[in-house]
Nanobody, 122 residues
Framework: QLQLVESGGGLVQPGGSLRLSCAASGFSLDYYTIGWFRQAPGKEREGVSCFIYKDGSTYFEDSVKGRFTISKDSAKNTVYLQMTDLKPDDTAVYYC???????????????WGKGTLVTVSS
């Protein structure tokens, strides 16, 4: 059974850092488009950063470029999102998602985790 489990969320002050983890099971993440999405209160879910399997590229949403880094550990079958210089606008539930045929970092992903809450506040 394919499963994605996020961890690492929490409360952090503006300017601080957090690392989110997404442990995948039931499939090898090396052969999927996989990444991170977020949904802030009252807003639509949006793509934050993804590995695009089809062309090997990496996507970052404009507001996180230069602040967030996505990485993966194939041996652990885990994807990470390192977030630095966090801002109150980054407050959201962060979700991990995957798609075996995905060509974009969008809401058409087939598999979703349950999310982890990140709160940026002083």
């Amino acid at each position: 059974q394919l499963q994605l489990v996020e961890s690492g969320g929490g409360l952090v002050q503006p300017g601080g850092s957090l690392r989110l983890s997404c442990a995948a099971s039931g499939f090898s993440l090396d052969y999927y488009t996989i990444g991170w999405f977020r949904q802030a209160p009252g807003k639509e879910r949006e793509g934050v950063s993804c590995f695009i399997y089809k062309d090997g590229s990496t996507y970052f949403e404009d507001s996180v470029k230069g602040r967030f880094t996505i990485s993966k550990d194939s041996a652990k079958n885990t994807v990470y999102l390192q977030m630095t210089d966090l801002k109150p606008d980054d407050t959201a539930v962060y979700y991990c998602a995957a798609n075996p045929a995905g060509t974009r970092c969008d809401l058409g992903m087939d598999y979703w985790g349950k999310g982890t809450l990140v709160t940026v506040s002083s």
